[in-house]
């Protein structure tokens, strides 16, 4: 019988995320600290919006980009947070969620061959989504040395006459890294200067600590023309589950997303479209309490790190810690199966993020207090126990 399958999918890993995931799912008395999700419900005047349209018919499909309504307020958002003015009509669609728009914006700009720059660590989706698009994953490894920020050196090593894009995954999953306004104007001079165009994933926007806010690099001279900003509803206002996000671009670009998105999806959900409409209507007092409930979570598993002695950058966006545990001579992954198998806690290897992820563990603080008190005080004892301490 002939091979069913593709060659080039079978070359790619699954998630290492979920592995952990479904282990601790069947795991009696587990916490799980690995998954990226808040804890938190859906607002209610999302829930509510939602249930309305329901309630009144509304299950017809929308057009392929979007509502309407939705794409004017996504529009309005991105002039009051970027100072940046979207066409809803020829520059905005909404999507399934972030992961679907970083697909077909690679499969609408790469051709076979193209390069594409990926700071590592980073998200799961962006080495295989350029492998499926016919492109070449070139990585460039972030340190904790620079707060794992993408600099303008590191950049520039990995540029060839074959680079096309350049992903900027800030806020970081899985480090929490945040790129500032500085750092952004050393990255646009080198795309600038070799004509590269950009994917910023800006997912985890709303979620950053302290007094400076996010600063999208579509907000910098000439870049709004050559970047696609990626953005959702999933972490901000905790609709994961609702599968909703958008991309913003030039309509050149997303004219052709728009066409793959067509034929591969139709339509994102309308109930949770119409669900958005109120998320960014209404939404900005959900969101910050969200976030000041984050950042104390933060703030705790910060100070319980420093406790058990265990080095840690400090992280200033998302919802993640990236705390390194090389000094116990283990592997990420060692070190992850041994801590869920002894003490049913799983957290998820820095090796999942990247090679470069080695030596560090991502531990997402988007649970309660309670099971943060919880989880951490078995690490406590688990690295008591690794450093011959009990």
């Not at 392929?64 to 066409?87: F, H, M, P, Q, T």
């Not at 490894?141 to 900027?168: A, M, Y």
């Given at each position: 019988m002939r091979n069913p399958l593709s060659d080039t999918i079978v070359t790619i890993e699954p998630s290492g995320i979920r592995k952990f995931f479904d282990i601790v799912s069947e795991m009696k008395d587990a916490i799980s600290l690995g998954v990226g999700e808040p804890d938190f419900d859906t607002p209610w005047h999302i829930r509510e919006e939602g249930i309305y349209s329901l309630e009144k018919g509304r299950t017809?499909?929308?057009?392929?980009?979007?509502?309407?309504?939705?794409?004017?307020?996504?529009?309005?958002?991105?002039?009051?947070?970027?100072?940046?003015?979207?066409?809803?009509?020829?520059?905005?669609?909404?999507?399934?969620?972030?992961?679907?728009?970083?697909?077909?914006?690679?499969?609408?700009?790469?051709?076979?061959?193209?390069?594409?720059?990926?700071?590592?660590?980073?998200?799961?989706?962006?080495?295989?989504?350029?492998?499926?698009?016919?492109?070449?994953?070139?990585?460039?490894?972030?340190?904790?040395?620079?707060?794992?920020?993408?600099?303008?050196?590191?950049?520039?090593?990995?540029?060839?006459?074959?680079?096309?894009?350049?992903?900027?995954?800030?806020?970081?999953?899985p480090t929490g890294a945040v790129m500032r306004r500085e750092d952004l104007e050393a990255i646009r001079e080198v795309v600038l200067e070799h004509d590269l165009f950009v994917i910023s994933d800006e997912i985890y926007s709303e979620l950053t600590y302290g007094s400076e806010r996010h600063v999208s690099i579509v907000?910098?001279?000439?870049?709004?023309?050559?970047?696609?900003?990626?953005?959702?509803?999933?972490?901000?206002?905790?609709?994961?589950?609702?599968?909703?996000?958008?991309?913003?671009?030039?309509?050149?670009?997303?004219?052709?997303?728009?066409?793959?998105?067509?034929?591969?999806?139709?339509?994102?959900?309308?109930?949770?479209?119409?669900?958005?409409?109120?998320?960014?209507?209404?939404?900005?007092?959900?969101?910050?309490?969200?976030?000041?409930?984050?950042?104390?979570?933060?703030?705790?598993?910060?100070?319980?790190?420093?406790?058990?002695?265990?080095?840690?950058?400090?992280?200033?966006?998302?919802?993640?810690?990236?705390?390194?545990?090389?000094?116990?001579?283990?592997?990420?992954?060692?070190?992850?199966n041994r801590f869920l198998r002894e003490e049913k806690v799983a957290v998820v290897p820095g090796t999942a993020f990247g090679a470069c992820g080695e030596g560090f563990l991502r531990v997402s603080y988007a649970y309660s207090l309670k099971s943060l008190k919880e989880a951490l005080g078995r690490m406590e004892r688990f690295v008591k126990r690794l450093d011959g301490k009990v």
């Open positions: 017809f499909y929308t057009s392929n980009a979007g509502l309407k309504e939705l794409k004017e307020e996504i529009s309005r958002y991105l002039d009051r947070s970027c100072g940046r003015v979207y066409d809803p009509a020829k520059e905005i669609m909404v999507t399934v969620g972030g992961s679907e728009a970083i697909d077909i914006a690679l499969r609408a700009m790469l051709n076979p061959g193209d390069e594409v720059l990926i700071p590592q660590p980073s998200y799961v989706s962006y080495v295989p989504c350029a492998v499926l698009a016919g492109g070449t994953p070139v990585i460039v490894e972030l340190e904790e040395k620079d707060q794992f920020r993408l600099t303008q050196e590191k950049l520039r090593e990995k540029i060839t006459d074959k680079t096309k894009i350049l992903i900027l995954p800030f806020p970081n999953n907000s910098l001279p000439d870049m709004k023309e050559r970047t696609v900003l990626i953005n959702g509803f999933s972490k901000s206002y905790a609709m994961t589950g609702w599968r909703l996000g958008y991309a913003a671009a030039p309509h050149i670009i997303l004219e052709q997303m728009l066409k793959i998105h067509q034929f591969a999806i139709m339509c994102a959900p309308t109930t949770s479209q119409y669900a958005a409409v109120s998320a960014l209507r209404n939404g900005d007092g959900d969101v910050a309490m969200m976030r000041e409930s984050y950042d104390q979570r933060r703030r705790y598993v910060l100070h319980a790190f420093k406790e058990m002695e265990l080095e840690c950058f400090e992280p200033n966006g998302a919802f993640y810690a990236f705390p390194s545990i090389k000094r116990f001579g283990m592997t990420s992954d060692e070190f992850a």
